[in-house]
Structures are given as C-alpha cells and as structure tokens.
C-alpha cells in the first residue's frame, strides 16, 4: 500500500524559501503511470492545487504561484520536493503531497499534510 | 479557470436523513470530470467520488455522485454520525484543478 509522508519544517521566516520533501513508499515514482502533486490548504480554508511532477520531470503549476514555484523529483530516493519562495503570511497553511493517476486524474493518495507557518 | 461554488455553506441533520450537497462551475466541466473528498477534522481528504458519480474503492453506496455541465450533486443516503466531515468539490478537466469551499456536514 502506498504512503506518502511530508517533511516538517514547521516555521519559515517572511521572504524565505519554503523547501518540503515527500518521500514516496510503497510504490515507484518510476512508475509512469501518477502525477505526484502538492496541494495546501489554508487555515479554515479551502483546497489549493500547487502543481504537478511526473517522473519524466514534466512539471505543471497553478499560474498564480508560478513565479515562486519549483516542484523537482529524485526517483533514486523515491521522493520529490517542492520549493516555494519569497514566502509571506498568506502562504501560511497545512501543504500536502499526493498522488493522482495519470488515467483517472483525481487524487487517490495523500500524504498526512504538514503545518507551515510564516513568521519572524 | 473554473470557479466552483458549494453550497450549502453547513448542513445540520439527524441521523438517518439525506444530505444533499450542491457544486456549481463557473463553466462546463468536460467529460464530468468532477470529484467528491471527504475530509474529517485533523485528517487528510478521501476521495469519495470521480467522474461525477463512480465510487471509489471502498466507499460505502450510501454515497452518490450526479450531474453533468455545470451541476453536480453529491448525495448522503441515510446519514451516520461518522459522516460528519467537510465535503470538497474539485474539477479535473482542465490543467489547473480547482477545488470549491468545502460543505460542512453536521451530523447529530
């Protein structure tokens, strides 16, 4: 059975870098067939989709953070990462890493989502 | 981008009733490329429905999906207690997937 599981760091400081790894087990990130995807989730909130890795490293990102995003993938370790910059307090929320099969294209796992909070 | 809206924004019930819940687009969604997750408070979303109306594994068939173009409907038959969660709409037709506001379900 698959697992996904967020790094946690916790507290970032105002206009630095945000930088999560999600290790992947149970399953290949080799495997062709999933889009491995960040998603996050504001306080009280609703869902925001981050963007989108394959393993071949095609990415896609939401346009209204594309300026500030990188999501790359290490199939060695099994895990992918995700970098967010010039951090502010909106960017504050619960960030989840989460699997999508390419075939069915809706999210059939997710990591347990780690908590980041932007302050100095 | 596809905008959806859910309504209602909370549904208060009793056990044994139906739950009906309302996801709106600001557009048609093509090929009903529309899901359902349930999220409970403290734990990550589980998707109920895809494609408008197929269950995913597992998910019991109190649970209903309908609708097409801009209408979609996720249905509770004969509520539990345990159903009392947060229900998000998400549309996957177009490159940039869009999630609604969430409905809160109060079961009790």
């Known amino acids: 059975q698959v697992q996904l599981q967020e790094s946690a760091p916790g507290l970032v400081k105002p206009s630095q870098t945000l930088s999560l790894i999600c290790t992947v087990s149970?399953?290949?990130?080799?495997?062709?067939?999933?889009?491995w995807t960040w998603i996050r989730q504001h306080p009280g909130k609703g869902l925001e989709w981050i963007g989108y890795?394959?393993?071949?490293?095609?990415?896609y990102y939401n346009p209204s953070l594309k300026s500030r995003v990188s999501i790359s993938v290490d199939t060695s370790k099994n895990q992918f990462f995700l970098d967010l910059s010039f951090m502010t307090a909106a960017d504050t929320a619960v960030y989840y890493c989460t699997r999508v099969p390419i075939i069915r294209g809706v999210i059939d796992t997710w990591g347990q989502g780690t908590l980041v909070t932007v302050s100095s | 981008e596809i905008v959806l809206t859910q309504s209602p924004g909370t549904l208060s019930l009793s056990p044994g009733e139906r739950g009906t819940l309302s996801c709106r687009a600001s557009?048609?969604?093509?090929?009903?490329?529309l899901a359902w997750y349930q999220q409970k408070p403290g734990q990550a979303p589980r998707l109920l429905i895809y494609?408008?109306?197929r269950r995913a594994t597992g998910i019991p068939d109190r649970f209903s999906g309908s609708g097409s173009g801009t209408d979609f409907t996720l249905t509770i038959s004969r509520l539990e207690p345990e159903d009392s969660a947060v229900y998000h709409c998400q549309q996957y037709a177009t490159s940039l997937w869009t999630f609604g506001q969430g409905t809160k379900v109060e079961v009790k």
């Open positions: 149970g399953d290949s990130i080799s495997d062709g067939d999933y889009y």
């Open positions: 557009q048609s969604v093509n090929s009903n490329y």
């Open positions: 494609g408008a109306s």
């Open positions: 890795i394959h393993h071949s490293g095609s990415t």
